[in-house]
């Protein structure tokens, strides 16, 4: 995926099929196949989203129907309510999907073998069940994900994803649970024993060759970051339930 536009020719619908979350219609789309992304902290990975069928999910935000991707993830909403810095990918998507070529998961498979990947670019990746990530994923090089669904979704996302948590209390709950972590925090806040910084926050190491975000398929650390994004100023109110619980 390009932050200026989305390909049409580097794109994918690879699997259909009923939200976990909703049992309403979502589809897996992978962007960037030939690996130009420009994003900046991935780096060149190919990025794979969790959409709606039929519709602009950016008319979504701020609506029920925005579970059917996101299940009760707290940053969605519309406007200044909204914390997601996903915003313009969604709408970016909305524009462009209908147009895009369809694979099945073998050859989505094979098309990322040996490729890195970002599970999850828009939405959460846990509102498709879990064999269908498994069968994706078999053969690629490396990937990142996460979710912010790791309270109730497939125990096996352990396994693939980081769970996404805004407190300390979360943090340690999804440990409890078996869990490697994602905590945004503010600059200020501490860094726990259990935790290292992201190596793209402190020396500019991309997700492309990092690899740790990838859930306990490594025994590493879990990570945390300051808030950042398009939604970092409206992340306070998140985070600050440290100071104010």
């Known amino acids: 995926m390009s932050e200026r536009g989305i390909s049409t020719r580097r794109s994918a619908v690879v699997w259909r099929g009923p939200s976990v979350f ?3 219609p979502v589809q897996v789309v992978m962007t960037g196949i030939d690996l130009k992304s420009v994003n900046e902290k991935t780096g060149p990975m190919v990025q794979i989203s ?6 602009n999910p950016s008319l979504d935000f701020g609506t029920p129907r925005e579970h059917d991707v996101c299940g009760d993830c707290a940053l969605t909403g519309r406007g200044a309510k909204r914390v997601c810095y996903a915003a313009y990918l969604a709408w970016l998507h909305g524009q462009h999907m209908e147009r895009y070529r369809a694979l099945s998961l073998i050859e989505a498979r094979i098309a990322l073998a040996g490729k890195p990947v970002r599970v999850g670019s828009y939405g959460d990746p846990a509102a498709v069940p879990f064999d269908v990530w498994n069968e994706l994923l078999v053969r690629v090089d490396n990937w990142t994900g996460y979710t912010h669904a790791w309270r109730t979704c497939d125990e096996r996302f352990r396994h ?4 996404s948590v805004e407190t300390t209390e979360g943090y340690l709950e999804a440990r409890r649970r078996g869990w490697r972590t ?9 860094v726990h024993p259990g935790e290292v ?5 402190t020396c500019g190491v991309q997700c492309v060759k990092c690899r740790l975000c990838c859930g306990t398929e490594r025994p ?5 970051v300051n808030a950042h994004g398009v939604g970092a100023g ?12």
């Open 22 to 24: 909703t049992g309403n």
């Open 182 to 190: 994602f905590r945004m925090k503010l600059p200020s806040f501490a």
């Open 220 to 224: 590493a650390k879990s990570i945390v």
């Open 197 to 201: 910084r992201c190596p793209y926050e």
């Open 50 to 55: 969790v959409l709606p069928q039929g519709r």
């Open 234 to 245: 409206g992340s306070l109110r998140f985070v600050q339930k440290e100071l104010f619980p």
């Open 160 to 163: 693939l994803l980081m769970a």
